[in-house]
């Protein structure tokens, strides 16, 4: 996707840096030669071992190394081997990346392995780290395009607030559908109210560890390695107008959410900045929903600190 411009655009050439670690220096070069020989037009590529060749003057940094559940790891041992991944990367992202350099996490934990790599790189602006729930926010978006039959594109404005885990609470209460041409409220278009308190949330919220479970999760990857172009491509060329995106961003305590957390908020995006959409009603259900989150990832953040410790 990113070589042939999905991400960037059509008319702007990248210089792809590849980093995996030694015991994988075969399928990264399998991976080169694969690239290479599908002759992209707008790419060049770098593949390396060598975190400081790798992380040389890069403008955008999408982290996807680590662990995950399916390598047989509890939950503080797969926090342990993650985060020390990314406090490693940090110092080196700090030296060694653009001044502007934007971040993107993928990895799990993604907000708290993005929350380890800002304290360890603080040269790095803190609106330039950020974690990806827009997978959440595009799964969202289908279900309800499914629900309503519609194309997702008709579809705007869901929001993941908190957590990229099972905490996180998927909000469609600003949510709204283009049909025949007149956008109306999700509630108005969806009338099983059950559906949306239930399967809907579970289904957004499992998803991913739905994928982690199936023996073909390789084959599950697209939907993610395509919500992190999204994230990208709307940080860098901004969102349309009267749209917002979900993305984990270190909170400012907007809506009361802690300010020493990285948290997923709705967020427009102007000129390779984001901002939080602001001015937002919250009923008390939500208000519960995201409290919860909060509180989650308080917990898992003084999890990885002890890890570290």
Not at 82 to 97: G, M, P, R, T
Not at 116 to 136: M, Q, V, Y
Not at 209 to 234: V, W
Request: aromatic letters at 6%.
């Amino acid at each position: 996707m990113i070589a042939r411009g999905i991400m960037l655009g059509p008319d702007q050439p990248v210089i792809l840096h590849l980093l995996d670690i030694e015991q994988k220096i075969d399928d990264l070069n399998l991976l080169r030669m694969e690239l290479l020989g599908s002759a992209f037009p707008l790419l060049k590529l770098v593949a390396t071992i060598d975190n400081v060749e790798a992380c040389k003057d890069v403008n955008i940094a999408i982290m996807i190394a680590g662990y995950s559940r399916k390598d047989g790891l509890d939950t503080k041992d797969l926090m342990s081997k993650n985060v020390s991944i990314y406090k490693d990367v940090a110092s080196v992202l700090e030296q060694h990346a653009a001044a502007d350099c934007k971040v993107l996490v993928v990895t799990n934990p993604a907000n708290t392995n993005a929350l380890i790599l800002k304290d360890f790189a603080p040269s790095i602006p803190e609106k330039n780290i950020t974690c990806l729930t827009r997978l959440d926010h595009n799964i969202a978006l289908s279900l309800i395009a499914q629900k309503v039959k519609v194309p997702v594109s008709d579809v705007k404005n869901v929001i993941i607030w908190g957590n990229h885990d099972a905490k996180q609470y998927p909000d469609i209460n600003h949510a709204t559908v283009t049909i025949k041409n007149e956008e109306k409220p999700v509630k108005e278009c969806i009338s099983d109210d059950h559906w949306l308190k239930t399967e809907f949330i579970t289904n957004v919220q499992q998803r991913g560890a739905a994928f982690n479970r199936s023996q073909k999760a390789k084959k599950c990857a697209l939907s993610c390695a395509s919500a992190a172009c999204d994230h990208i491509h709307d940080w860098v060329y901004g969102t349309p107008k009267g749209k917002w995106v979900s993305m984990g961003v270190y909170s400012d305590g907007s809506y009361g959410i802690p300010k020493d957390i990285i948290y997923s908020f709705p967020v427009k995006c102007e000129k390779g900045k984001w901002s939080i959409v602001q001015g937002l009603t919250i009923d008390a259900l939500t208000r519960e929903k995201m409290d919860v989150a909060a509180k989650d990832l308080k917990e898992e953040i003084s999890m990885a600190k002890s890890c570290l410790d």
